[in-house]
C-alpha cells in the first residue's frame, strides 16, 4: 500500500521545492496537475531469484546445473485376498550435487492413511483426498545401507510420511550409495483419488501408485525438499532407471511404466501375435476382448503365480495395475519420430451403452489423439507405450500409464484422458516441484489441453478466440468469489481445498491463452513453450524459469502480466473513459485496475465501417488513461476488447455509442461514457 502512496509524496515534494528555491513556478501552475496513476506499481520489476552459475538470467539451466539420480530395484506381490503388498527395494543414490550429504530423505506416503497422521488432521475424512483406514502405513524391515565396502543398519528417524537417515559418513560429491529395506502395506480402496481398488463383476481392478517408498528430491535451491505429504499436493520426484518384478495371481494382467521384458512368460502366443498386429495399425486391435475375459485360455499355461518384469529408464516415477477383469486393446500412435503402442485396459463396466454414450471402447483412439497432438504441439512423445486404465481412480498421471474413472463416457472420457497424457509432457519429462507449484504442472498442461479438444472435436473450424470468450465469464465470476482471494503462486497444500481447481487448473492456463491469443501471439508464444520444454526436459524447473524463459524467447519484458496474474489477485477493467467529437475526435481509455493488459478498441463509423486501434499495456506505464485521436469519418460506436475475451471485470463501461452523448455533436466539450 506504501508504495502507491509514494508518487503522490514526491510531487508534493518536487512542487515545495520549485517553490522554495524559484524556478519556473508560474509555469507548473498553468498546468493542471496530474493525479499520480494508481498503476505504477503493476508495473515494478519482479523480484526473481538471483541468476547464478546453476540457472541462468534467460531461464536456462546454468553451466554448472546438477542434480541427483535415484535407480530403483523392486521385487514386488500382491496378495489379492488380504489386498496385501509385499517387496524388497534397493535404492541406488548418486550425488551429483557440489557439497557431501550428511543424510537422506525418504517419502513414506503410505503413511498418510493413517487416521493420526498430519493429512488426516488437515484433510476431511470424506474428502477426494480422503481413504483413511487403521491398517494403513508402510511396515518397513531390515533396512541397511551399502557405502563403499561398508553396510550397516542405518541411524532413521520416521516421521509422518518421511523418513530421515543419518549417515555416519558424508556422501561426497560424485559419489553413491545403495539403500536397501523390505516393506509391506494394505492398499487402501480409495487411496486419495491416486490409486485404490475396484471391485467388479468379473474381479478387482487394482491401480498402484505412491506404493514404493522413494527419494526426496535434494536440488539447487532448496538443498532438502521434504515436505510432508498431506493429499492435495502432488509429487517432486528424480529421474532414474527402474527393475521391477511384478508378482500377481496367474489370472491378472499386468500394465506398467516401461518395458515388458518377459512376454514369453506372462503372455500367450496369441496375445503377442495381436500385439505385433497393433503395433502396425491406426485401427484398434483386441488383445482380449470382452467375450475373452476370464477364460483359462488367455493365461499362460501351468501352475501358480506369475512375475512380471518391466524395466523404465529416465522416468521420474513407477505405476502399475493389475485385473482378472481386463478388456485389452491397443494401435499404432505415430510421434513424428516414430511410433507408439497406444494401449486400454478395461473391465466390461466401463464399456458404452449405445452409439450416443460411447465408453472405453474409444480409449485407445484419444490417446493416440494425445499423443500425436501434444507431440507436434510440444515435443515427440518420449516412450515406448501409453496406457489407458480404468478403475476407481477419477484422472491420474504416471510416467507411460494412466488411471481414469471407469464410469466416464464421451467428451468426459476424452476431456479425462487427454488431460492425463498431456501430463507426459509437464510434469513427467519437465520435472517441476507440484508440492509447491501445482499450477506448473496442471495449469501448463490444461492450457495444452484448450487446444487439443478444439482440434479433435472442431477441427479447426472454432478458433480459440470463442473459447476464450466464453471462458473469460466464469473466469471474472471466480475472480469475484473467495476463489480468486488467493494467488496462484500459492503452495499447493495451502490452496483452500474448494479453489484448486481454479487456482492450479483454470486460471493459469486462461493467462497462458491470453498470452498466446492476445498478448504475444502464437508464432512467438509457441517457440518460446517450445523451448522451456527443450531447456527443462528430465530436468527441476522454478517458476522463475518458466518466465524467465518466455521473456528471453519472446523479447517481451512480461513482468506486468506474471505480478497480477501470478503472484498477486488483481482485477481488469478497461473503460471508455470519454469521447469529445470535433474536427479531431478523441477517444479516451483507461485502466481502472491493477491487472494491466493491451488494449483493443474496435472504432465503427457512420457507414458502417470499422478500425481497430491497439493500445500495448507500455501505454499505461505513467499514466492510467490513453488518448486515440480520430481525424477521419464520423464515429458511431466504440468498444473495448470487442470480442470480449479478456476478463474485464465490469463490461458495462467498455462501449460508447453516438446514441448517448449529450448536447451538441460538433462541440469539442460534449463527451459520454460511463464516468469513472
Not at 249 to 267: H, W
Not at 330 to 336: D, F
Not at 373 to 380: E, L, M, Q, T
Amino acid at each position: 500500500m506504501l508504495s502507491r502512496v509514494r508518487p503522490l509524496v514526491s510531487t508534493l515534494i518536487f512542487s515545495l521545492l520549485l517553490a522554495v528555491c524559484g524556478g519556473p513556478l508560474a509555469t507548473a501552475q498553468e498546468t493542471p496537475q496530474q493525479v499520480p496513476p494508481h498503476n505504477l506499481e503493476s508495473f515494478e520489476p519482479l523480484d526473481f531469484p538471483d541468476p547464478n552459475d546453476y540457472r541462468d538470467a534467460d531461464g536456462s539451466p546454468g553451466e554448472d546445473y546438477w542434480q541427483q539420480s535415484a535407480d530403483y530395484q523392486i521385487d514386488v506381490a500382491l496378495d489379492t485376498a488380504t489386498n496385501r503388498v509385499t517387496g524388497t527395494e534397493t535404492i541406488t543414490y548418486t550425488n551429483n550435487a557440489p557439497e557431501a550429504l550428511e543424510r537422506l530423505w525418504v517419502q513414506l506416503e503410505q503413511n498418510y492413511f493413517k487416521p493420526g497422521s498430519r493429512g488426516a488432521a488437515a484433510v476431511p475424512a470424506d474428502a477426494r483426498f480422503g481413504g483413511f483406514f487403521p491398517e494403513a502405513g508402510y511396515d518397513l524391515s531390515n533396512l541397511r545401507l551399502q557405502h563403499g565396502d561398508t553396510t550397516t543398519p542405518p541411524d532413521t528417524l520416521i516421521d509422518g510420511t518421511r523418513m530421515r537417515i543419518s549417515l555416519d559418513e558424508p556422501l561426497a560429491s560424485g559419489d553413491s550409495l545403495q539403500l536397501s529395506f523390505d516393506f509391506e502395506y494394505t492398499l487402501p480402496e480409495d487411496g486419495a483419488d491416486r490409486h485404490g481398488r475396484l471391485q467388479v463383476e468379473d474381479g478387482t481392478v487394482y491401480q498402484f501408485a505412491q506404493w514404493y517408498p522413494r527419494m526426496y528430491v535434494y536440488d539447487d535451491v532448496h538443498g532438502w525438499n521434504p515436505l510432508p505429504y498431506l493429499g492435495q499436493g502432488e509429487y517432486y520426484l528424480e529421474y532414474g532407471t527402474f527393475q521391477v518384478d511384478i508378482t500377481v495371481p496367474r489370472d491378472m494382467i499386468v500394465a506398467a511404466t516401461g518395458r515388458l521384458q518377459n512376454p514369453g512368460e506372462v503372455l500367450t502366443e496369441t496375445q503377442r501375435e495381436r500385439l505385433s498386429e497393433a503395433r502396425d495399425s491406426r485401427e484398434t486391435v483386441m488383445i482380449i476382448d470382452s467375450t475373452e475375459v476370464g477364460s483359462p485360455e488367455t493365461r499362460p499355461s501351468g501352475d501358480g503365480r506369475l512375475t512380471w518384469t518391466y524395466e523404465a529408464d529416465r522416468v521420474r516415477d513407477f505405476a502399475w495395475a493389475a485385473s482378472q477383469a481386463f478388456i485389452w486393446d491397443a494401435a499404432q500412435a505415430e510421434t513424428g519420430q516414430g511410433t507408439v503402442l497406444a494401449q486400454s485396459f478395461y473391465p466390461k463396466e466401463g464399456l458404452g451403452t449405445s452409439a450416443k454414450k460411447p465408453g472405453w471402447e474409444q480409449s485407445t483412439r484419444f490417446t493416440q489423439h494425445s499423443v500425436e497432438f501434444y507431440s507436434d504441439f510440444v515435443a515427440p512423445y518420449p516412450y515406448p507405450n501409453a496406457i489407458n486404465v480404468a478403475g476407481r481412480v477419477a484422472g491420474m498421471e504416471y510416467p507411460q500409464i494412466m488411471f481414469c474413472d471407469v464410469t466416464s463416457r464421451g467428451r468426459q472420457l476424452f476431456g479425462v484422458t487427454d488431460h492425463e497424457f498431456g501430463h507426459t509432457w509437464f510434469p513427467m519429462v519437465v520435472g517441476s516441484d507440484e508440492r509447491r507449484w501445482a499450477w506448473m504442472d496442471e495449469g501448463l498442461n490444461t492450457f495444452m489441453n484448450q487446444y487439443s479438444r478444439l482440434d479433435y472435436y472442431g477441427k479447426g473450424r472454432v478458433p480459440p478466440e470463442k473459447v476464450m470468450a466464453g471462458l473469460s465469464k466464469f473466469i471474472t465470476k471466480q475472480m469475484r468469489s473467495p476463489m480468486g482471494d488467493q494467488p496462484i503462486m500459492t503452495y499447493a497444500d495451502r490452496v483452500r481445498d474448494d479453489a484448486l481447481g481454479f487456482l492450479a487448473y483454470v486460471k493459469p492456463a486462461y493467462g497462458l491463452a491470453i498470452l498466446r491469443q492476445y498478448v504475444i501471439g502464437p508464432r512467438r508464444f509457441d517457440s518460446a513453450f517450445k523451448e522451456f520444454f527443450d531447456r527443462w526436459a528430465y530436468k527441476h524447473p522454478q517458476p522463475a524459469d518458466f518466465f524467465r524463459t518466455l521473456e528471453d524467447v519472446t523479447g517481451e519484458d512480461l513482468d506486468w502480466f506474471w505480478r497480477s496474474w501470478f503472484y498477486e489477485t488483481d482485477t481488469m477493467d478497461q473503460a471508455v473513459d470519454s469521447v469529445a467529437t470535433g474536427d479531431t475526435t478523441r477517444v479516451i481509455v483507461e485502466q481502472r485496475d491493477e491487472l494491466m493488459m493491451p488494449m483493443t478498441v474496435q472504432l465503427t463509423f457512420e457507414d458502417g465501417s470499422t478500425q481497430q486501434r491497439r493500445v500495448p499495456a507500455e501505454a499505461f506505464y505513467t499514466q492510467d488513461t490513453n488518448t486515440l485521436r480520430v481525424t477521419t469519418g464520423t464515429l458511431r460506436r466504440v468498444a473495448i476488447d470487442p470480442n470480449q475475451i479478456l476478463p474485464d471485470m465490469n463490461r458495462g463501461n467498455n462501449t460508447w455509442s453516438r446514441s448517448d452523448m449529450q448536447g451538441s455533436s460538433s462541440s469539442m466539450d460534449s463527451s459520454s461514457g460511463s464516468g469513472k
